[in-house]
């Protein structure tokens, strides 16, 4: 048991390095990245597909794609015109620095102005590692029910914004949104949520306005440390 606690906290300490390293690669070509964490078809692809379609053609954007199997997600942010990366994990439940450096080998990615990672499909595994990311995005659906916050706080702690997504069928759902607010304000009182539905494009325009409002945010604290 000993031995598998230390094998694990090497593997952290190695994906922090590299995660290090990423970041300050994002710093300096200010590139915004998100990465978005939920359970598997919780709405992530069509939460980007949405976003990607609202930000328009005046952000360059860009996608990694973490999934066990097939390029299917990437090629739906392919046909919006938008470079997509497919990383396949062959059953590894989450992503990790060295992988999306070696993702950032295509060079069809960099430069971009938002650089969106969706992860695996899985609440657990993923949220122990750094991406070098700017922002860790927990992605919850209405379809999942109320309860998932708490029955799965390591994310919804951790994550600085949740995304509610699905919005539209809650008439359909026993699904108590005030109490999901409640929940995450006490697992993380300074997260942000956004509730939105990418069939109706519901909080879609707010997402994006503070999507944009993060990179304006980035390129300024850059402009203002290279001038210091
Ligand atoms: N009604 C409704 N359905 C949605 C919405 N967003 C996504 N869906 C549906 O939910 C299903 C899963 O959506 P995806 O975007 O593929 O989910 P995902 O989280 O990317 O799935 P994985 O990559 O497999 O983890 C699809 O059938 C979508 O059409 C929404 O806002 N409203
Ligand atoms: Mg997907």
Redesign the pocket.
């Known amino acids: 048991m000993k031995k598998v606690v230390t094998v694990k906290k090497k593997a952290l300490a190695a994906n922090e390095e590299h995660a290090a390293t990423l970041r300050t690669g994002f710093v300096s070509s200010g590139t915004l990245v998100l990465n978005l964490i939920s359970s598997p078809g919780s709405g ?3 939460l980007l597909e949405a976003t990607i379609g609202e930000l328009g053609k005046q952000v360059r954007t860009a996608v990694i ?1 973490g ?1 066990v199997e097939t390029e ?2 990437a090629d739906r942010i392919r046909a919006l015109g938008v470079p997509a990366h497919q990383i396949l994990t062959g059953g590894a439940c989450h992503l990790d620095a060295r992988m999306i450096s070696d993702a950032l080998a295509d060079t069809q990615l960099m430069p971009t102005d938002i650089l969106f990672i ?1 992860n695996v ?1 899985n609440l657990i595994c993923p949220t122990g590692y750094d991406l070098g990311e700017d922002l860790k995005i927990a992605v919850l659906s209405t379809t999942e029910g109320d309860d998932k916050p708490f029955k799965y706080p390591a994310i919804f702690s951790r994550a600085e914004v949740t995304v509610v997504t699905k919005i539209d069928l809650l008439p359909h759902l026993d699904f108590d949104l005030e109490a999901v607010r409640e929940h995450l304000a006490t697992l993380n009182p300074s997260g942000r949520v956004f509730v939105t539905s990418s069939q109706t494009m519901e909080g879609i325009k707010d997402w994006c306005s503070f999507i944009t409002d993060q990179l304006n945010h980035k390129r300024q604290n850059l402009s203002s440390t290279s001038t210091d």
């Open positions: 992530k692809t069509t794609e999934d299917r997600d969706e499909g």
